[in-house]
């Protein structure tokens, strides 16, 4: 089992920036790609990032190029993403999510084993 839990949201001004952390226990961290989706109120839940299991490689929903970082620090076991030029279409609960390692990115959520509770992000004026 590996259990994680996020942090790091909150309200937020349009524009602003936010960093949210995922903090992985139970099984090496290294052996998972870890993922950040989304969902909004009344709305699917929706990929934003994903990560190879040593950072080397990342790919992010056209909502998020240019604006989002995904990024994991393997002896902390963690993951971040970091956001900016929040919109209010950013508002949403973030989850971050982990499989068992691969090369490739995969952004459907069945193929993802283990999920956190979520952390709330509003962007507001």
């Known amino acids: 089992q590996v259990q994680l839990v996020e942090s790091g949201g909150g309200w937020v001004q349009i524009g602003g920036s936010l960093r949210l952390s995922c903090a992985a226990s139970?099984?090496?961290?290294?052996?998972?790609?870890m993922a950040w989706f989304r969902q909004a109120t009344g709305k699917e839940r929706e990929f934003v990032a994903s990560?190879?299991?040593?950072?080397?490689?990342?790919y992010y929903a056209d909502s998020a190029k240019g604006r989002f970082t995904i990024s994991r620090d393997n002896a902390k076991n963690t993951v971040y993403l970091q956001m900016n030029s929040l919109k209010p279409e950013d508002t949403a609960v973030y989850y971050c999510a982990a499989k068992s390692r691969s090369s490739l990115h995969y952004t459907a959520q069945n193929v993802y084993d283990y999920w956190g509770q979520g952390t709330q992000v509003t962007v507001s004026s």
């Open positions: 990560i190879t299991w040593n950072g080397g490689t990342t």
């Open positions: 139970g099984r090496t961290f290294s052996n998972y790609n």
